[in-house]
């Protein structure tokens, strides 16, 4: 917490890595140095397998929660709206019910760390129990937000049997308790909500991620707390890799991470390539899933590219009129021609730049042509750095609490997905 997350120089070398980059990643388990490896999942691990994201305004299911009269999406997960109106919650279950969706390639490729012995932990904040279903043994993983596994009722903590759960969810209707006396309290599966302590399992093995020699963070915004500190326990000389859109959290800050940015089975793939286990991971994949779902999967990726294409193009036209906007300011204040510095000339590089988006000030000419210049993979960056002004770090969490992110961005943002 508090520490400063700027991207590391370029000029300052990897402690433990021979670089920093995936085919290091690759050649450093291949030595058996990473005997270790804790791996960090979130919304973005389980995006190719279909399952919804509450949050993005282009899902029916979130339409379907609108006309719930949420007050906003994250209330479906929030006990106090619960209490009163348990019944979007039980629309987003049906849909989220095990069973409805199958893992990823991401998913399956923690399974293969798993069997070759190198897998230490798995912290999930998933609910989908993907994890379960791609075959990683269940005492290798913390479920650290909950999952449908069980349920009891939220008075008087009775656990609620479980196939009858089942029919409840199936056919959308909320159960009650009914325990004798008449307690009739709502039942809830045991998945944490906002304001809610995470399961005790959680505290008692984030030592794993202190005694780990790799830490492998994938499709994870790290911005509900405490989830996101655990990244952060990890001793400072060992490699830490990312696998998401965007950068996240304190990611790209020490002298051994590695940014693998884009889409995260994407990542994973060329991770698996690096480590001469492509095939085999396929081969695990399609076996599971089947031919049909793997097909489904993989076209599922190519349109979620498209989108980001069309997004990042958006956003840089955004960028682009904002800025345009200060220059034109510019110009009227010192009837002058505007600053045209180009990113290299800016002191700080091309990370710390983009923190200093400001309408009207200064440096907005050298942030437009980084803008301009830059690729699709630097481009994403720029929009988290642009939001970062509601650092979720800064946010006051309660001791083991989840505390969810403050709202950044608008709904165009990049920063709709999922925390959860
Ligand atoms: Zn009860």
Known sequence: MGQDHSIIDEDTPPKTLSSRSISAVAEYILSGRAKRIVVMTGAGISTAAGIPDFRSPDTGLYANLASLDLPEPEAVFDLSFFKVNPRPFYVLARELYPGNYHPTVSHVFVRLLAEKGLLHHLFTQNIDCLEREAGIPANKIIEAHGSFASQRCIECKKEFDGAKMK????????????????????????????????????????????????????????????????????????????????????????????????????????????????????????????????????????????????????????????????????????????????????????????????????????????????????????????????????????????VGEQKVGGEDSLETKSSL
């Open 167 to 402: 029919e409840f969810v199936s056919r959308g209707e909320v159960p009650r308790c009914e325990e004798e006396g008449g307690c009739k309290g709502l039942v809830k599966p045991d998945i944490v909500f906002f304001g809610e302590q995470l399961p005790k399992a959680f505290f008692d093995r984030r030592e794993m991620v202190e005694q780990a020699d790799l830490v492998l963070v994938m499709g994870t915004s790290l911005q509900v707390h405490p989830f996101a500190g655990l990244v952060n326990l990890a001793e400072e000389r060992v490699p830490r890799v990312l696998f998401n859109l965007e950068r996240v959290g304190s990611m790209g800050s020490q002298a051994d991470d590695v940014l693998v940015l884009g889409d995260c089975d994407e990542g994973v793939r060329k991770l698996a390539d690096e480590l001469g286990w492509r095939e085999e991971l396929e081969e695990k994949w399609r076996g599971l899933v089947g031919e049909e779902e793997a097909e489904r999967q993989l076209q599922g990726a190519k349109k979620r590219v498209e989108a980001l294409h069309d997004e990042v193009a958006k956003l840089a036209e955004e960028v682009d009129e904002v800025l345009h906007l200060g220059e034109k300011r510019e110009k009227e204040k010192e009837g002058g021609p505007v600053n045209t510095l180009s990113p290299e000339d800016m002191p700080d590089g091309e990370g710390k730049m983009v923190n200093e988006v400001n309408p009207g000030g200064e440096d907005s000419a050298g942030i437009k042509s980084s803008v301009k210049n830059t690729d699709i993979t630097k481009t994403v960056e720029v929009s988290v750095e642009t939001t970062n002004a509601s650092n979720p770090e800064n946010m006051p969490d309660g001791e083991g609490k989840i």
